[in-house]
């Protein structure tokens, strides 16, 4: 398989090529696995960081006194954010001539810019008293601001870092196709191991006792606790970038090993959006057809994502965050157990994604595979309505000698079919993490624009849907009686309609079906350049 990718790659261009085809610049062999490996555990570094604001952020925001209307400006900054940055970044990042190479100075810029974006985040709390917030203010204006200024520039830095990252170990795996998904499946894994060390660390609440000082007349335990967190998780990703970056290296631009086609590639340069545009137009069937099975995948996936604890205290333990003092016992309760439950996801999600090549074999390839882990998503968000139904015929509360109520909590089966909801859900998440931007990467090899680009181009098929279910799964719900299950049940339809889309209409990779031998052995240019 890795002999006919090679032959492919060596294959000369037809007379009949499209000179567009021309501006890619080729794929030199691929790198050693340990070097793929240490700048895909980058994503370690990062994600420790998101897991971190999941499970400790908020409490820092009621401490902050941050108003409602303003909670959904600031989680919108992440998709609007990366429909902006990722599509610059990973064009600037095709055609840097830096002499560190295309991607390491966008992938050092965004690690500067996490520690830097993190530290606001913590510091917040006393930068605004030092400005002059009182501490029994119930709104910290000032701190606010310091807040938003500083979870603005951790999105950015995010999107600055995660796709030259991408495209990097797109570059370092040359014109494998094999190689191009294992890479992206060790991204996946090193996300799901970032993960579980953020809700580790989250769940411990003494954790500000090794650096005593995070802890002050402004912040409080919980503050103190994400602040030591926080340089816990600005430690390990600088540590992580620095080694990568150190000992994997890359070629200038200029130094492309391309006599024919060096030229055209450094001469075709365009303004950026003359470019994304020309990208867009100039996208062949595959790849229009992939990034719809994203937006599809990803309208499944946000309602979930975005409402998965709130359901578990909601809905399974039948709590609120807004009622009484019990109900909001019995609400943290469940978010505690949902904070479990993406505890086993991020394991499963782990060790899924080490085997997602193995699966691909079993299943018949990569699209199959994608396919039908589609169906596992629609099938398990179903599961959610089952549970919630349980959950609330089986919902019970006595009455104390004081004559308080008491809710008890849901039934163990109803609690172990929820966490298992949360858990199978990591098999479809690590293909989601991984297949999608493999295939993206293989599809752009034939296409006008770059792996930095084309990366930054799928990201647009997760940030627009990101976009929509965060403006209209709020008033969605409310209309249909409120609570999670219309967004849950939307995300099953789309989940699986990305199934059908998936399994009817996206091509196989090369990888999948090997394109037929010349006597010369190699692949023929029209077979190469089909996909």
């Known amino acids: 398989m890795e002999s006919t990718e090679a032959g492919a790659a060596a294959a000369a261009p037809t007379k009949n090529q499209s000179s567009i085809e021309l501006r890619q610049p080729p794929q030199p062999p691929p790198y050693p696995m340990w070097k793929i490996v240490m700048v895909a555990s980058i994503a370690a570094g990062v994600q420790f960081g998101w897991a971190l604001q999941l499970s400790l952020l908020t409490p820092y925001v009621q401490l902050l006194g941050i108003p409602h209307k303003w909670s959904s400006l600031i989680w919108l900054c992440g998709p609007i954010s990366g429909m902006i940055v990722q599509p610059i970044v990973g064009f600037h990042s095709d055609t840097c001539k830096s002499r560190f190479g295309r991607r390491r100075p966008f992938i050092l810029a965004g690690a500067v810019l996490v520690a830097i974006a993190v530290f606001l985040i913590g510091y917040a709390a006393d930068i605004g008293h030092a400005a002059g917030d009182s501490v029994t203010d119930s709104v910290k204006t000032r701190a606010i601001i310091i807040f938003v200024i500083g979870f603005w520039i951790l999105d950015v830095a995010n999107n600055t870092l995660q796709g030259p990252c991408r495209a990097l170990l797109a570059d370092l795996s040359g014109s494998s196709n094999r190689r191009t998904r294992t890479a992206n499946s060790f991204f996946s894994f090193f996300m799901a191991v970032g993960n579980v060390l953020g809700y580790a660390a989250g769940s411990y609440t003494h954790l500000y006792h090794m650096l005593p000082f995070t802890k002050s007349k402004a912040c409080d335990v919980y503050c103190a606790n994400l602040k030591t967190c926080f340089f816990l998780s600005i430690a390990l990703l600088i540590t992580l970038t620095t080694v990568a970056l150190f000992y994997v290296t890359e070629k200038r631009l200029e130094?492309?090993?391309?006599?024919?086609?060096?030229?055209?590639?450094?001469?075709?340069?365009?303004?950026?959006?003359?470019?994304?545009?020309?990208?867009?137009?100039?996208?062949?069937?595959?790849?229009?057809?992939?990034?719809a099975v994203t937006a599809l995948n990803w309208i499944a996936w946000f309602p979930f994502l975005l409402f998965d604890t709130d359901w578990m205290g909601r809905e399974v333990y039948g709590g609120s965050s807004k009622g009484s003092a019990e109900e909001l016992?019995?609400?943290?309760?469940?978010?505690?157990?949902?904070?479990?439950?993406?505890?086993?996801?991020?394991?499963?999600?782990?060790?899924?994604?080490?085997?997602?090549?193995?699966?691909?074999?079993?299943?018949?390839?990569?699209?199959?595979?994608?396919?039908?882990?589609?169906?596992?998503?629609?099938?398990?968000?179903?599961?959610?309505?089952?549970?919630?139904?349980?959950?609330?015929?089986?919902?019970?509360?006595?009455?104390?000698?004081?004559?308080?109520?008491?809710?008890?909590?849901?039934?163990?089966?109803?609690?172990?079919?929820?966490?298992?909801?949360?858990?199978?859900?990591?098999?479809?998440?690590?293909?989601?993490?991984?297949?999608?931007?493999?295939?993206?990467?293989?599809?752009?090899?034939?296409?006008?624009?770059?792996?930095?680009?084309?990366?930054?181009?799928?990201?647009?098929?997760?940030?627009?849907?990101?976009?929509?279910?965060?403006?209209?799964?709020?008033?969605?719900?409310?209309?249909?009686?409120?609570?999670?299950?219309?967004?849950?049940?939307?995300?099953?339809?789309?989940?699986?309609?990305?199934?059908?889309?998936?399994?009817?209409?996206?091509?196989?990779?090369?990888?999948?079906?090997?394109?037929?031998?010349?006597?010369?052995?190699?692949?023929?240019?029209?077979?190469?350049?089909?996909?």
């Open 255 to 291: 130094e492309i090993d391309d006599n024919e086609n060096k030229e055209t590639a450094l001469s075709t340069k365009e303004p950026f959006f003359s470019e994304i545009f020309g990208a867009l137009k100039g996208l062949q069937k595959p790849m229009w057809i992939l990034l």
């Open 329 to 531: 016992r019995v609400y943290n309760n469940g978010v505690r157990a949902g904070s479990l439950g993406l505890m086993l996801n991020a394991i499963v999600l782990g060790f899924t994604s080490l085997g997602v090549e193995v699966l691909a074999k079993l299943i018949g390839g990569v699209k199959r595979l994608w396919g039908v882990v589609n169906f596992l998503l629609a099938v398990s968000l179903v599961f959610t309505f089952l549970i919630t139904k349980l959950a609330e015929s089986n919902r019970r509360s006595v009455t104390t000698a004081g004559g308080a109520t008491h809710i008890l909590p849901p039934p163990v089966g109803v609690k172990v079919g929820a966490l298992a909801i949360f858990t199978v859900l990591g098999i479809p998440q690590a293909i989601t993490f991984s297949v999608p931007f493999a295939m993206a990467s293989i599809f752009s090899r034939t296409s006008a624009a770059g792996q930095g680009l084309s990366l930054g181009v799928l990201n647009l098929a997760i940030v627009v849907p990101q976009m929509l279910v965060s403006l209209l799964s709020g008033p969605f719900d409310a209309v249909c009686g409120g609570g999670n299950m219309p967004a849950f049940m939307v995300g099953a339809v789309a989940a699986a309609l990305s199934g059908i889309v998936a399994l009817t209409l996206l091509p196989s990779t090369t990888a999948d079906v090997p394109p037929p031998i010349t006597e010369a052995g190699t692949a023929t240019a029209n077979q190469t350049n089909k996909y």
